[in-house]
């Protein structure tokens, strides 16, 4: 439905200016909308969805601004020919501006991009490079097979092209293997990371993504206006490209469109309103506007598009789920796997390993070894250490001491990104499925080393050779643990348990040689523990390693080799399941009277 929202709109936005009577003025108004959807657009990416609040984007729509005013004015350099330019002084400018700020967190990250912006204005108001504040005038205006687009309605076109093209690619864009790693940067960057996702690069690159679609609209405000200075490029606004965004709805690309037009056309005529209201002239508008929008997010606080949609959500459903059932019965070639380690070879060696945290004692110089094929419980009280092992093994967080070895290779520092290149798979503790993804596209997360296409595939579209080779391992893993019929269901939306298990299909996805299973039977009912239990026995029988932590000792003595037990950080005992029951220290410490 929102596609065909769109194509209507475009179709109706073609033929405004040919319309008998529309004023001149309108069609302006509306090419400004369409040069701050460009921006909006890169927006949602940058903030709806990944989750980086930017209030810098002004700076960069000045920066395709000066460059190509710069370029044609003083050199003599032909305008298309200063659009790669532009492009590239930008995307360069966002890369080293992005590496120093994207290192900022909370409240520092959209502090540091006011600081940059503010610095742009007044760099730009006082060199006379700039020519300060007074600008750069008598830029040249675009053609086209030699046709002038000095006129409004014929730049217009023009303008509404690149809003389209922006659009698509960034659909095309989220519709991905990057894509994916995006929509988890906001909540689910811990998850994607210990899966080989990059997080600092994929940042980087939203940052430069959003700098870059920011740069082509300060582009074609040049020569639309064939003059620059730096008043459009302030702190104000960047504040109201991100209202655009927010009014419109943050996490959808079609809601920049509508949130441009609405904050534009609002603030347009509150302009001509308010000073025939109060009769006296000043900056009301600001005030009203503001109070508009704090009604309106009120109203709708993820935005208008959502609401918009809403009654047609159910039959877009449906129109999904056909879809996606169409794609699944298309022949993919599989991904490759790899070839398990003969059983019995020690894949993980734990030598004395410690983690302080301040004060306490997480986990007190514990020894584990575990070899291919093996099934192993690592047992223990609440607070016994046992998420934390889990974290020291993976790479999420660093040990005080100690040494982590798997296979020939010492990963006692490597971050979590490198350990999953490796073979280790895990889930957590806690379900960390990406809110607002389905099922299938949380899965498919977990094979994201074993593609390669990268973002200019994504963005041109040329990566669905790729992609269903990725849906198709994540239909076979949801197959495997018996969720195959959840899979066009949003994540979140599934019980506790079951969202367990998706995070057990995640981690399959991976192709693991040792997998790191933290409670994944919690909230299973006696059947769908039954079935776990024969995965895993599979899984065992197959040459993986796994490392489990349950609570459930049912579950753990009728199903595991060997149990290692942990209290107050220390290893306290180990050994097989029927002597691990009967030992006194453990029947004290954690099994109780009833063992």
């Not at 037009?261 to 600001?286: A, C, H, R, S, W």
């Not at 609440?382 to 993976?394: D, H, P, R, S």
């Not at 076979?476 to 939306?493: K, T, Y």
Request: aromatic residues 8%; glycine residues 10%.
């Amino acid at each position: 439905m929102s596609r065909l929202f769109a194509s209507l709109a475009f179709l109706a936005a073609l033929v405004v200016p040919l319309v008998p009577g529309v004023p001149p003025f309108w069609v302006t108004l509306l090419d400004y909308v369409g040069l701050y959807a460009i921006v909006a657009i890169g927006l949602v990416v940058l903030t709806g969805i990944g989750g980086m609040t930017s209030f810098g984007q002004a700076m960069f729509v000045g920066f395709g601004a000066y460059t190509t005013a710069i370029l044609a004015t003083r050199y003599g350099f032909s305008p298309w020919l200063t659009l790669p330019i532009a492009i590239i002084i930008t995307a360069v400018a966002a890369t080293l501006i992005g590496a120093i700020t994207l290192s900022l967190s909370g409240h520092y990250l959209p502090v540091g991009t006011i600081a940059w912006n503010i610095s742009f204005y007044y760099i730009a108001g006082n060199l006379d490079f700039f020519r300060r504040y007074d600008g750069i005038s008598g830029i040249p205006p675009l053609s086209v097979f030699g046709i002038s687009l000095l006129d409004s309605a014929r730049l217009y076109y023009l303008i509404l092209i690149v809003v389209a093209l922006a659009m698509i690619a960034t659909r095309n864009l989220l519709d991905s293997r990057i894509g994916r790693a995006i929509r988890a940067l906001k909540t689910g960057a811990v998850a994607a990371e210990a899966f080989g996702v990059d997080n600092f690069r994929v940042r980087v690159f939203v940052f430069v993504y959003a700098a870059v679609l920011a740069a082509v609209s300060g582009f074609l405000y040049a020569h639309m206006q064939r003059a620059v200075n730096p008043s459009p490029f302030n702190i104000e606004a960047s504040i109201e490209y991100l209202l655009m965004v927010v009014v419109g709805g943050a996490s959808h690309v079609p809601g920049a469109l509508l949130g441009a037009g609405i904050v534009t056309l609002i603030k347009d005529q509150l302009q001509n309103l308010l000073p025939k209201l109060f009769g006296l002239e000043g900056n009301y508008e600001i005030i009203v506007f503001g109070m508009i929008l704090v009604f309106m997010l009120q109203l709708a606080p993820e935005g208008l598009w959502p609401l918009i949609m809403a009654p047609f959500r159910r039959r877009a459903s449906t129109r999904k789920l056909a879809k996606a059932q169409e794609i699944a019965a298309q022949e993919s070639e599989p991904l490759l796997h790899r070839a398990p380690p003969p059983r019995g070879r020690k894949l993980l060696e734990v030598i004395g390993l410690r983690k302080s945290f301040g004060g306490l004692v997480a986990v007190n110089d514990v020894d584990v070894d575990i070899r291919a094929g093996e099934l192993v419980s690592l047992i223990g009280p609440n607070g016994a250490g046992k998420t934390t092992m889990f974290n020291l093994i993976t790479g999420i967080e660093q040990p005080s001491a100690g040494q982590v070895r798997f296979g020939e290779r010492d990963i006692t520092s490597m971050p979590a990104r490198l350990v999953a290149r490796l073979g280790l798979a895990r889930n957590f503790q806690h379900a960390r499925l990406i809110p607002g993804m389905s099922v299938i596209d949380n899965v498919a997360i977990g094979a994201h080393l074993r593609g390669h296409a990268g973002p200019f595939r994504a963005l041109a579209r040329l990566d669905r050779e790729e992609e269903a080779r990725l849906e198709r391992e994540a239909r076979i893993q949801l197959e495997r643990v018996g969720l195959a019929g959840e899979a066009e269901r949003e994540a979140l939306s599934l019980a506790l348990g079951r969202q367990r298990i998706v995070e057990v299909a995640r981690a399959l996805c991976s192709d693991p040689v040792l997998l790191l299973l933290d409670e994944p039977a919690a909230g299973l009912r006696h059947q769908e523990k039954a079935a776990l239990a024969a995965l895993l026995r599979k899984l065992s029988d197959e040459g993986v390693a796994i490392l489990l932590v349950e609570h459930d000792m049912d579950f753990v003595m009728g199903l595991c080799e060997r149990v290692i037990v942990m209290n107050f950080g220390s290893k306290l005992a180990e050994g097989p399941p029927a002597a691990i029951a009967r030992n006194p220290a453990v029947i004290e410490a954690y099994l109780g009277a009833v063992a």
